[in-house]
């Protein structure tokens, strides 16, 4: 590994969303190459809290990327959950004499 003055500053963006299929759940990354940007970057955002996402999506994206194969068993169980409540949200509606959901 090159020391950080002889590595190109690369800052690198990405996220669960694609991989995953979370798009709705706002959460992201930033890889940094090299410790001066970083440092740079974390003095403008620390003094907002820019970097603290909400608790629900920090959990989710490590849930996704640290648990490698098992991330799909997660993944699998989140779209059954996401199911359920969708098939709920439709018997409510029906029984409330609602049009009912999109497919």
């Known amino acids: 590994?090159?020391?950080?003055?002889?590595?190109?500053?690369?800052v690198t963006l990405t996220g669960p969303s694609k991989a995953f299929n979370v798009a709705g759940l706002h959460a992201s990354l930033l890889v940094f190459s090299r410790e001066?940007?970083?440092?740079?970057y974390l003095a403008r955002v620390e003094p907002y809290h820019g970097t603290f996402g909400n608790a629900f999506a920090t959990v989710a994206m490590r849930a996704a990327y640290e648990q490698g194969s098992g991330a799909e068993d997660w993944?699998?169980?989140?779209?059954?959950y996401v199911r359920a409540n969708l098939a709920h949200a439709a018997r409510e509606l029906g029984r409330a004499g609602e049009p009912?959901?999109?497919?």
């Open 1 to 10: 590994q090159l020391p950080d003055a002889e590595r190109p500053a690369v």
């Open 36 to 40: 001066l940007e970083r440092a740079a």
């Open 75 to 80: 993944l699998v169980g989140v779209c059954a």
């Open 100 to 103: 009912g959901l999109f497919k």
